[in-house]
T-cell receptor
């Protein structure tokens, strides 16, 4: 149980284009999802907290107009990297909490490798 | 960010030995801790968690110890196997931070056959 999927797993795009990454909770509902960014051999850096039906909460230093987050349903959150640049190349990982519990455990997706050329 | 330019420390253990992975956390008000395992190119995978009202919790082949006095968390893996090779992260939930987790820098566990 508690499976989270991400799509696509890998994407290569040209500089200036936008890329959308989907995060789905497959067997549970998630009122809260999280988006992380991870550079090679480094830890996870939280970008934003996505709440179903409301605006995402961005961490300090994360541009909300560049990283658009939409959490339209209890099983889907999307991250759109707008006007991508090579420095946006990274491993993007989402996670989700099970709705209606007091458990803080986050279930992670498999990640999306973004390469901007 | 604080992790820029840093490489993850590595712990090398012999297959069959016990592994101890340590983590220091900074916030004395943190009330929930969790260990994740991340294999190369994959998302983190839950190992075990512990609340601040406990000092020890055991799972299958794993034990988490929490020392709130010195703000130290450890993960013990019994009879380490090659499949345990991965990067391990500790994470804490800071009181007042809603459901956000703050991740530590991570440690690479390398198991020698």
């Amino acid at each position: 149980g508690a499976v989270v999927s991400q799509h696509p797993s890998r994407v290569i795009c040209k500089s200036g284009t936008s890329v959308k990454i989907e995060c789905r909770s497959l067997d549970f509902q998630a009122t809260t999802m999280f988006w992380y960014r991870q550079f090679p051999k480094q830890s996870l850096m939280l970008m934003a907290t996505s709440n179903e039906g409301s605006k995402a909460t961005y961490e300090q230093g994360v541009e909300k107009d560049k990283f658009l987050i939409n959490h339209a349903s209890l099983t889907l959150s999307t991250l759109t990297v707008t006007s991508a640049h090579p420095e946006d190349s990274s491993f993007y990982i989402c996670s989700a909490r099970i709705a209606g519990t007091r458990n803080y455990e986050q279930y992670f997706g498999p990640g999306t490798r973004l390469t901007v050329t | 960010g604080e992790n820029v330019g840093l490489h993850l420390p590595t712990l090398s253990v012999q297959e069959g030995d016990n592994s101890i992975i340590n983590c220091a956390y900074s916030n004395s008000a943190s009330d929930y801790f969790i260990w994740y395992k991340q294999e190369s190119g994959k998302g983190p995978q839950f190992i075990i968690d512990i609340r601040s009202n406990m000092d020890k919790r055991q799972g299958q082949r794993v034990t988490v110890l929490l020392n709130k006095t010195v703000k130290h968390l450890s993960l013990q893996i019994a009879a380490t196997q090659p499949g345990d090779s991965a990067v391990y992260f500790c994470a804490e939930r800071r009181t007042g931070a809603n459901s956000k987790l703050t991740f530590g820098k991570g440690i690479t566990l390398s198991v020698r056959p």
